[in-house]
């Protein structure tokens, strides 16, 4: 049985800010399922220790990084019973705010030191406690998690192997210089981390790391090109023989309309009509105006540059004069939210505007509304349109990363061999969201067609059985090398 330990900055349902927290709970649910023996390991934030339910202190540790008294506390993962640690450490950890900034919006000053020291714990977990549990892997996921691969490499020999997951290549985790002295890094690590003249903890992941995954096959691929690499394709191409694009997965225990206990009304392909009920319950529910026949369109993103909030913007006074109603769930940038707010004063009982993110409410969106809008410059994997084909909403995206993986362009062709699964912008802009608009509601307007789309795009499985076995095989194929890893990972890549 594989042991591996897999590190987060965020695992849902205990903190969570976007997708790398529903990540971080349904892959390893799914290889533990699997029979891969699975632990997470996670700050102690508050609302996580809050979240935890009942908490078993497993170990003390002795001021590390200078942190003052911080101690690791056992739980499992509510739902899956995954084994998880969290990181008490009430110096750097116990503060009102977010896992990543302050109630202003700032990041943390001590972003180096909150995020230095879960990789230092899970090193120290690896080799000096003498614990019983010693991992065969270390699995760590993005820039909060990227000193580890690193530090596990110096720390031990015999080592676990290591893998370092890429959820979001733009979020990189630059710091300081002098930030290498307060996180006692050896020499050889610091240097390999100099971006720019400072350090990236990112790149200490995907140097270090002895596999590196990424949340897509086309966005593995895009990262190798100086467009899309973020300064670090360089490097990805130095690690293409070892870099290898896995498709995340849905997590149907949660994501599913038959089941969803959030819902007023429940429903599967066969039962769109309950779809309709729940978009007059959310209708009610956001203050739009009870109009059945109005089509309405849900944004559910974090609202940052990255998912074209702007664009989204300039180009909602035309669907909403067109007759289409909005409503939007999230949160994010200030200006953006702003933005919003005002097309709600502007267009009472059409545009309707939920600032600050909550579950309950993003699952009724999904199933109220007839399309999701999920425009993003970039979108390394994408699991909303995931969700929302489950839930029997269209979704809109653009032709980039995962996107290009789970959505099949609603072209004649496609949509009369039933193929289709969602619409492309032509362009990333808001001249190519009202064009792209034009289609979906021209086919909005032929009923038989646009039932048909629902039907196949809720029957379609995106489940995590098939990205469980791909990591599966990468970990067998890391803890012990003389196991070929299975050629359809590596085939997109080498192809
Ligand atoms: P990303 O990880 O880039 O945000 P994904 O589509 O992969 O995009 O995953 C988004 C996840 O985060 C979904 O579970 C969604 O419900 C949730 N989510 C969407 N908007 C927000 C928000 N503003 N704050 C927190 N979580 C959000
Ligand atoms: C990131 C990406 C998103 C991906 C998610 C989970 O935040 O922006 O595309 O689905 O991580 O891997």
């Known amino acids: 049985m594989t042991r591996v330990l897999f590190i987060a900055s965020e695992v849902f349902p205990l903190i969570k800010t976007g997708g790398l927290a529903d990540v971080a709970a349904a892959l390893p649910a799914a290889l533990h399922k699997r029979g891969v023996d699975i632990r997470l390991l996670l700050p102690g934030y508050p609302s996580a220790l809050e979240n935890a339910g009942s908490l078993k202190e497993v170990m003390q540790f002795n001021d590390p990084l200078g942190c003052g008294q911080t101690r690791l506390l056992e739980t499992n993962l509510p739902g899956s019973g995954v084994k998880t640690w969290l990181i008490d450490c009430p110096q750097i950890f116990s503060r009102n705010g977010g896992a990543y900034q302050d109630p202003d919006g700032q990041d943390w000053h001590d972003n180096h030191l909150r995020f230095g020291l879960l990789s230092y714990i899970a090193t120290l ?66 240097s390999s981390m100099e971006f720019y003249g400072r350090l990236s903890f990112l790149k200490a992941g995907i140097k270090w790391a002895d596999a590196v995954t990424t949340v897509s096959p086309n966005y593995a691929q895009e990262i190798l090109s100086s467009e899309n690499g973020c300064g670090l394709d360089g490097l990805l191409r130095e690690r293409a023989p070892v870099l290898h694009g896995i498709m995340n997965g849905v997590d149907y225990g949660i994501w599913n309309p038959e089941t969803d206990t959030y819902l007023t009304h429940n429903y599967g392909p066969g ?225």
């Open 125 to 190: 977990l690896v080799s000096e406690h003498g614990q019983k549990w010693s991992p065969d892997i270390v699995h760590a996921n993005d820039w909060h998690a990227g000193l580890a691969p690193a530090l596990v490499s110096v720390a031990k020999n015999p080592r676990p192997a290591t893998i370092f997951t890429i959820h979001n290549l733009a979020y990189q985790g630059i710091f300081a210089p002098e930030v290498a002295d307060h996180l006692d890094l050896p020499a050889d690590i610091a």
């Open 271 to 495: 039962q769109l009509s309950f779809k309709s009920a729940c978009k007059t319950a959310l209708q009610n529910e956001v203050g739009l105006d009870h109009d059945e026949a109005a089509p309405l369109v849900g944004f559910m993103s974090r609202i940052v540059h990255q998912k074209m909030p702007d664009i989204v913007l300039e180009a909602l006074p035309s669907l909403i004069e067109t007759g289409k109603q909005f409503v939007l769930v999230g949160d994010g940038e200030r200006q953006y939210e702003d933005g919003f707010r005002a097309m709600q004063e502007r267009y009472p009982g059409r545009v309707a505007v939920r600032i600050g993110y909550r579950e309950d409410m993003a699952h009724r969106l999904l199933a109220g509304v007839d399309v999701l809008l999920h425009p993003a410059r970039f979108e390394p994997c994408g699991l909303v349109p995931l969700y929302a084909m489950r839930y029997g909403t269209v979704p809109v995206g653009c032709r980039n990363g995962g996107m290009v993986d789970s959505i099949i362009e609603g072209s004649p062709a496609a949509l009369r061999n039933g193929t289709a699964t969602g619409f492309f912008l032509e362009t990333e802009t808001a001249q190519g969201l009202r064009d792209c608009m034009d289609r979906v509601f021209d086919l909005y307007r032929k009923p038989l067609l646009w039932r048909k789309l629902q039907v196949h795009i809720m029957q379609r499985d995106h489940s995590w059985a098939a990205a469980a076995k791909a990591y599966d095989g990468l970990y067998r194929s890391l803890a012990n090398p003389s196991n070929d890893l299975e050629a359809p990972l590596l085939s997109k890549l080498s192809a």
